[in-house]
């Protein structure tokens, strides 16, 4: 069984930066495509940031030069490095740690952004 568990969220100034970090359970963490998704109040559930198993990453547009994703294979962790943020950026923040039989969610970090 895999446990996701992300930390680091909190409330933050515009411009500000905040790391998020996924810590993952279990023995799949380094063969498995690891992702950062977040979700505003009343929006669905957006991809932020992807990273395969082997380092390929992709970044949605809306934070493409602002958030960096990166993983410690070593550590079993996740991380998401989150600069400029702006108000639009509020949600909360999940990580997804996809394997090649099941999907697995962390319980979520919440991401304020003060204007």
């Known amino acids: 069984q895999v446990r996701l568990v992300e930390s680091g969220g909190g409330l933050v100034q515009a411009g500000g930066s905040l790391r998020l970090s996924c810590a993952a359970s279990g023995s799949i963490f380094s063969s498995s495509s690891m992702g950062w998704y977040r979700q505003a109040p009343g929006k669905q559930r957006d991809v932020v940031a992807i990273?395969?198993?082997?380092?390929?990453?992709n970044y949605a547009d809306s934070v493409k030069g602002r958030f960096t994703i990166f993983r410690d294979n070593a550590k079993n962790t996740l991380y998401l490095q989150m600069n400029s943020l702006k108000p639009e950026d509020t949600a909360v923040y999940y990580c997804?740690?996809?394997?090649?039989?099941?999907?697995?969610w962390g319980q979520g970090t919440q991401v304020t952004v003060s204007s």
């Open positions: 997804r740690l996809s394997s090649t039989f099941d999907d697995y």
């Open positions: 990273i395969t198993r082997a380092g390929s990453i």
